[in-house]
Every structure is written in structure tokens, then in C-alpha cells.
């Protein structure tokens, strides 16, 4: 069964950082394409950061700069290092897992809250 589980939310002041872990078991990491996405209510789910399975980064404009998404396939494990928090980034973060092809598959995370206050 395959798991997502996200960790390092949590509430901080504008301007500081925080850094999202999501470890991954019950598929073979290294193959899946592995993103961040965020939701605040009232909105749509959209994607924060993406890294393909290659290591080829991409990030939401609202972001860039601020955000850095990495990997570690030794640990199934990818993170989201978030500087200068605003509190527009205020939202639930959710860890995705995507392998394209002729065997598609797409798992998610429970997310994780973060709250930026001013």
C-alpha cells in the first residue's frame, strides 16, 4: 500500500522559513515524478513545486525564489525548503506522487497545515 506522509508544518511569522518532508513507502521512488501543491478554501489545488524523477525542478511564479524543492531517493523521502513565508502561503500543503507512461499512477498525501502570520 503505498503512503504519503507529509511532516514540518506549522505557524510562523512572516519572512521566516520551514521546511516540508514527505516520505514516501509502498512504491519505487526513484520512478515517480514528486511535487508540492497547496489549497486555501475557496480555491483550487495548485501545484507549488514540481522535480521530475530526472531532477528537473519547477516552480508556481509566486514562489520562485523563495522555494526549493529536492529529493533524496536513499530516503523515499522529498522536501520543500520555504524562505521568506508569506502570508499569502498560508494553506494546506499536500505531497504528490505521479508516474506517467503506460502504468500511470497518482498518490497523495494527507497534507499539512501551514500558517504564516504577519
Known amino acids: 500500500q503505498v503512503q504519503l506522509v507529509e511532516s514540518g508544518g506549522g505557524l510562523v511569522q512572516a519572512g521566516g522559513s520551514l521546511r516540508l518532508s514527505c516520505a514516501a513507502s509502498g512504491l519505487i521512488f526513484s520512478f515517480y515524478d514528486m511535487g508540492w501543491y497547496r489549497r486555501t478554501p475557496g480555491k483550487e489545488r495548485e501545484l507549488v513545486a514540481g522535480?521530475?524523477?530526472?531532477?528537473?525542478?519547477s516552480y508556481a511564479d509566486s514562489v520562485k525564489g523563495r522555494f526549493t524543492i529536492s529529493r533524496d531517493n536513499a530516503k523515499n523521502t522529498v522536501y520543500l525548503q520555504m524562505n521568506s513565508l508569506k502570508p499569502d502561503d498560508t494553506a494546506v500543503y499536500y505531497c504528490n506522487a505521479h508516474l506517467g507512461g503506460l502504468h500511470t499512477a497518482n498518490y497523495w498525501g494527507q497534507g499539512t497545515q501551514v500558517t504564516v502570520s504577519p
Open positions: 522535480l521530475t524523477r530526472g531532477g528537473s525542478p
